[in-house]
């Protein structure tokens, strides 16, 4: 179902993922103002009537506000002109007028927790509550005001430290009141240390090898201690660059033909793609919080062949409220299948985001669900042909 623009005589979208995936294959420009999409290949966002040529569906995710998308990272197209759309919903303009507002006192003022940031003070002259503010914001952005504010902070953190600025250069840069609140957030946010991070992953030590599997192209990186990356796609060359990119000055070597170590995870990654070996522990060297390891030590616990909610998962852990908390760890985990993220859904069944593509995490899931499936009917035949030999053994 989709809504028609009489401004433009044009259709909009109906706001569901599919409806704004036929508006972006249409080039409609009824849909712009609406919301914008984003390319994770390319990091680049563009409004539905862009004339650039159409990403593959699984690289893209949308987002009502260009705010919202560049709060992920992602860069605006300078073909379209995303930022300058004009948005017809009042609630959703106030959104962005607020987002605008706190981009401005992130740049004056630093800190998120200061007097000019309290949603109280954002709230005066919208004509809402700070509850009725905080609402809209989350459902528009997906994320509250403070979290926005954050994240708006560390992609001028990231981008002076990649600059080459020193770290107490690049905290006060970005707005970071005090070294305590940027380490407090370093470790989940650029997953290392700043000056770790600066040095674009100097000093670490990494192997990686690429192969065919049953989902497309697969990486796997690797330290001598564990798994640090399983990236999957379509090219090499796409998969290299992802990887390099996070870590440019970090020791990275192309293993084509493996270490013993490496070659010998990388065929149990496979062996278990194919069906072959659904239990799949192998030892992993990545950089995380306290919380994010909790989650991804919990799916790992998730039963081959089976799913869990966000919420079962928020549950597991104590935390019942936590389940953004919960998606955003499954979001960021690097090394996918062997950490499981592809078995948590929606409360409602569906499928939500995947770094790797829905389509991929609907295969994964089916994929597993089947080879359980076979297993069981492969258990019952024996069972019945155990049963037809005791009684043809017991005949007279």
């Known amino acids: 179902m989709m809504r028609h623009d009489r401004r433009t005589g044009r259709n909009g ?24 999409y984003a390319v994770r290949s390319t990091r680049i966002y563009c409004r539905p009537s862009c004339p650039s040529r159409r990403p593959r569906r699984e690289y893209v995710s949308f987002f009502r506000l260009p705010q919202a998308a560049e709060a992920q990272g992602f860069r605006a197209c300078l073909r379209c002109r995303p930022q300058a759309a004009r948005i017809h919903d009042p ?63 560390m992609l001028g953190l990231k981008s002076s430290l990649k600059k080459g600025d020193n770290v107490t250069t690049a905290l006060y840069n970005a707005g970071f009141g005090s070294s305590s609140r940027l380490y407090e957030q ?29 989902l497309g192209r697969l990486l796997v990186a690797a330290t001598d201690r564990g798994i640090s990356a399983l990236y999957l796609g379509d090219s090499n060359a796409a998969l290299e660059a992802a ?23 990388v065929r149990k990654v496979l062996n278990h793609l194919r069906g072959q070996e659904p239990s799949l522990d192998l030892p992993t060297d990545v950089q995380a919080t306290a919380f994010q390891r909790r989650v991804w030590e919990e799916l ?21 409220k936590a389940i953004r908390a919960v998606a955003r760890a499954c979001a960021t985990n690097p090394v996918s299948v062997v950490v499981p993220c592809h078995r948590v859904v929606r409360q409602d069944g569906e499928l939500a985001g995947y770094r790797w593509g829905i389509a991929r995490k609907r295969k994964l899931i089916d994929h597993e669900a089947a080879v359980v499936e076979t297993e069981k009917g492969r258990e019952i035949k024996i069972q019945r042909r155990g049963g037809e030999k005791s009684t043809a053994a017991s005949a007279p």
């Open 243 to 265: 990887l390099r990119k996070e870590y440019p000055q970090a020791e990275i070597s192309d293993d084509r033909n493996g270490t013993d170590h490496l070659r010998g995870w």
């Open 13 to 36: 979208s109906d706001g569901s993922p599919d409806g704004m995936w036929r508006a972006v294959q249409r080039r409609d420009r009824g849909a712009d103002g609406q919301f914008v």
């Open 186 to 214: 370093a470790p989940s946010q650029l997953g290392m240390t700043p000056a770790t991070y600066r040095r674009g992953g100097a000093g670490m030590r990494m192997h990686y090898t690429i192969e065919n599997s049953p």
């Open 300 to 320: 790992r616990r998730i039963p081959y062949g089976t799913t869990r909610t966000y919420t079962q998962i928020a549950r597991a852990l104590g935390k019942p």
């Open 91 to 153: 609630r959703v303009q106030a959104v962005a007028q607020l987002c605008r507002k706190i981009d401005s006192l992130v740049s004056d003022d630093g800190e998120a927790g200061n007097s000019s940031m309290t949603l109280q003070t954002l709230a005066a002259g919208t004509g809402m509550t700070a509850h009725q503010l905080e609402r809209a914001f989350r459902r528009t952005i997906g994320i509250t005001p403070r979290q926005y504010a954050d994240a708006r902070r």
